[in-house]
């Protein structure tokens, strides 16, 4: 185990922004492989951005958000702002859940937090919050409304 | 491009972390590739982790600190904390250097601050912070202090 | 589109290897989410390598074989030898069903068969042959013989 | 050590495709860091796909070509087939050499054969072969013949 058991900090337990009842999170289950670990046999500390944007992309198809298909209409969501915090590792077969929800919007900026606990246990591994912004993939500039649709569909969500 | 160009932010362009002379700085070369991109053409946003794991790896070494060999002594470094904020993409074909330095020591916590800049013209597209915590490979616990000499060589390149 | 059309080949289609029934595989799906695509918008061609392997441990944990486990326990089965051949990319969105089966065992060899579909139109994509050997961990060398429960169990589920 | 010693084939060594005095192979050396490991402490078996993909765009631009250039002009050249064999395992921390040549080319088909060898030993690690072929990026057709500056570079590399 070279992951250390980082003490419980006050101020990610109290971080609101992560107080908040198992209903408003969205579950993405994930099973750790040999391609996620590294030489230490836990997972790699970058496997978890992988995770993070497959549990988000699928957070939006479940409210009607088929993202392949925004990209396709030219309307990119890339991270502009990401942090994460890792508090115990996941070794290799251990299952783990991906619970992720939208903080707030912005314009259109859209704030996620997530986070990540071993299955079994129930154990705290890693939080973070990741930012996306809308981008028109045709002159590269920042949106200045979301498209309609999107929008609806993100503020009846962040608002559950 | 479908990476925005965020506005210049004060928060950060005025960070004394971020406000050193070209000289503090290790740099660390990269070209994009095809396996960085994604389907934007640019660098998947996860793909940094993997230049600054390597410019940090190769920086230890510059000074003396042979990370496999620590590892094999017992020291294993994992990351337990990381930001980055995204400002500019860098597309396919690109080179950039990966800057990172060391901006605190606190017990066996060690903070590296790092700069990504496209190589040609000089323009800043990432900046992050990450920080490492030495654990005991034995026990996976946090060591009480560093090894004397990763202590010595980290102590003289941090106050350069 | 920038994956081209491969002329069907009768080396291919005729292959016994490849010509089994459905029962005979086991099937694992997958999602083509950002991180796994290239420049081109499609499935970087290393990807499917996380997928053959993702597919692989499942298949073993469904027959009664714990991949991590077996590594606790000291047996590796590290891949010596991959073929892999693209017949049709797949687009960010797509869904895809990793068929695979074990083909035959000779000693400590187990070769593994795949194919891969795309899940809406069975379209074949890609077709692979990946040969695995199992090593004890202890010493680096090749095992004499499988573990009995492995050897049961694999046997038991190649003869399906 | 989990990777095994396999012992050499004679296929392997008479096959005169790897048979060739050092001048004919293009270099590029690699460097072994923790996000190339995984749970073993060795290279991650697709890990190999990135080096060898950087080796080739790398040893295109050394005769001339732009990899990414090509791209934007329309020409994209995916891999169509791969077969890679695993020899011996790289541990974190090592070098290694990644040679490539092209072993020969069939109208808009270009096979690649590669040997990765552990650099201050000189050990063969892995021996592959790839296959590439032009495809038009507007109708993802393949391409009759390969643009005239690209069949001439590589014409002349090949015959080196």
Same mark, same amino acid.
């Given at each position: 185990?070279? @992951?250390? @058991? ?8 109290? /971080?609101?922004?992560? @107080?908040?009842? +198992?209903?408003? &999170? ?11 670990? /590294?030489?230490? $046999? #836990?997972?790699?500390? $970058? ?7 497959? +549990? %988000?992309?699928?957070?939006?198809? =479940?409210? $009607?958000? !088929? ?6 209409? $030219?309307? /990119?969501?890339?991270?502009? !702002?990401? =942090? ?11 299952? *783990?859940? #991906?619970?992720?929800? #939208? ?5 259109? %900026?859209?704030? &996620?937090?997530?986070? #990540? ?10 939080? *973070?919050?990741?930012?996306?912004? +809308?981008?028109?993939? /045709?002159?590269?500039?920042?949106? %200045? ?5 999107? @929008? !609806?569909?993100?503020?009846?969500? =962040?608002?559950?």
């Amino acid at each position: 185990m070279t @992951q250390p @058991q980082l003490p419980a900090t006050t101020a990610l337990t109290e /971080d609101p922004a992560l @107080q908040t009842t +198992a209903e408003n &999170w969205f579950e993405y289950p994930v099973r750790v492989h040999p391609h996620h670990t /590294d030489y230490a $046999g #836990i997972v790699w500390h $970058g496997t978890y951005l992988t995770w993070m944007e497959e +549990a %988000r992309v699928e957070c939006l198809r =479940s409210i $009607g958000i !088929d993202y392949a298909e925004l990209v396709r209409l $030219g309307c /990119d969501m890339p991270v502009v !702002d990401l =942090s994460i915090r890792y508090h115990r590792a996941l070794r290799m077969g251990a299952t *783990a859940m #991906i619970n992720t929800r #939208i903080l707030e919007m912005t314009g259109v %900026r859209i704030n &996620w937090a997530y986070q #990540i606990k071993e299955h079994t246990t129930n154990t705290l591994c890693v939080t *973070a919050f990741v930012t996306l912004v +809308a981008v028109d993939r /045709d002159n590269g500039k920042i949106m %200045r409304r979301l498209p309609p649709t999107v @929008q !609806d569909a993100l503020t009846k969500f =962040s608002q559950r």
